[in-house]
């Protein structure tokens, strides 16, 4: 009655959907409710039994297409397409978002809670840049990346609190800091490669969040640190009470005030960063060093052969890239005011190594794309938190099945023989 492959796939499908049943039915099925009398339980079978049925129809389909030596068609050519337009169309491309991100704060639907997610899906955007140089251009896997971040954030935090320096002076210096335990990383890690590389620079994530938690004299430990100075323009305070002896942006401007101008600030200060951490990664990719990079991703063996040194190009690379999360830890810490060691955990680095590996590796577009869907999508649809994680393991499977190398894969070569262009 039934070929031996359906029945397989049946019974394939129906394994699959005693698993997401297990998983389901604890997490959605058993949801727990705060009243006054305490926690009690809101069953959501109606939901728990939906998930199961998409995933094992989802199954079914999925190995119905395997059977038939086939591939999911319109996954394929959809990416496939994608990443031809933005390829052939990158300038365009490039040009029409810029001018969008520049006039997103004044479009009639952007409130204070979009420009907020605005701001901080461009941090991601700056954060997977500038660990696309370590990742996408150099090839080394790091996953420790929050590291940089952290020290970028507490050195601006620690130096503006204890001598009074301006966001914009201690920005720099921030940077620097992070490019020194960029390099710090580095040493340790330079006959190092794939998974044993992966494996320390997780460690060394850990162990900067665990020095920030038990170094309670420098850091305040898990209290973490307040009162961190905001940014001023030209010296101009988004305050409705400016300190003696200063004037307030809006009383500068003839403005009524409002708290949202210190939004659209802030939202411009951050776009700025990630346009020049953008603009430096398209030049020096051009340059020996970038050359060097990604001589080093395609084959370790044959850039020594080429007599490039693997160790100076781990070393910069890991230094360029921690310098920019550095600064967008320095701009976290103006933004938030306070910052705590919570705020550096390795969910931090899991989700900017899957925007850079989501986008496709060593694609500058490709980071946006997946910054936007995984921290843009996310944040609006917020009512839907509990599935947030499904959807992002989701969306993860999904490439790694059909579109490995990412959604744009891509890569525009640095250099072309005779003139000749692709």
Request: glycine share 10%.
């Amino acid at each position: 009655m039934f070929s031996e492959d359906l029945k397989k796939n049946i019974k394939d499908s129906l394994f699959t959907g005693l698993i997401a049943l297990a998983l389901f039915f604890p997490i959605v099925g058993l949801r727990t409710e705060i009243q006054k009398e305490g926690l009690y339980i809101d069953p959501q079978w109606g939901l728990t039994a939906l998930l199961v049925i998409l995933c094992t129809v989802g199954r079914f389909l999925i190995n119905l297409n395997i059977s038939r030596k086939r591939k999911i068609i319109f996954v394929s050519d959809f990416t496939s397409n994608l990443s031809k337009f933005f390829s052939g169309k990158g300038k365009q491309f490039a040009i029409t978002g810029i001018l969008f991100a520049t006039v997103f704060p004044f479009l009639p639907f952007t409130d204070r809670y979009i420009l907020d997610i605005g701001i901080m899906v461009l941090t991601y955007i700056m954060l997977g840049w500038g660990l696309n140089i370590v990742v996408g251009l150099a090839g080394l896997l790091d996953l420790g990346y929050v590291a940089f971040y952290a020290v970028g954030a507490y050195s601006f935090a620690l130096i503006s609190t204890t001598f009074g320096m301006s966001f914009w002076a201690c920005l720099p210096l921030a940077g620097i800091f992070a490019a020194f335990f960029g390099i710090l990383l580095g040493f340790p890690v330079l006959r190092l490669r794939g998974d044993y590389l992966a494996i320390v620079t997780l460690g060394f994530g850990e162990i900067v969040r665990i020095i920030l938690i038990n170094w309670y004299d420098l850091t305040n430990g898990p209290d973490g640190i307040s009162g961190i100075p905001r940014p001023t323009f030209f010296g101009l305070e988004f305050t409705n009470n400016p300190k003696e002896g200063t004037e307030a942006f809006h009383t500068f401007f003839n403005l009524e005030f409002s708290s949202i101008h210190k939004m659209i600030f802030l939202y411009y200060v951050i776009l700025v960063l990630a346009l020049v951490t953008n603009y430096f990664t398209l030049r020096i990719r051009r340059l020996p060093v970038g050359r060097a990079w990604e001589a080093l991703r395609e084959n370790e063996i044959a850039c020594k052969s080429l007599g490039v040194n693997p160790t100076n190009t781990k070393l910069t690379a890991f230094a360029i890239g921690a310098m920019f999360g550095g600064f967008a830890g320095s701009f976290f810490a103006t933004k938030q005011g306070f910052i705590s060691p919570e705020s550096f955990t390795f969910i931090e680095s899991a989700i900017i190594v899957a925007i850079v590996v989501l986008g496709g590796m060593g694609s500058q577009t490709g980071v946006v794309l997946a910054a936007v869907f995984l921290i843009g999508f996310t944040e609006v649809f917020r009512e839907l938190e509990q599935f947030r994680m499904i959807a992002f393991g989701l969306a993860m499977v999904l490439i790694m099945l059909f579109k490995p190398k990412g959604i744009l894969a891509n890569r525009q070569p640095t250099i072309t023989l005779h003139g000749t262009k692709k």
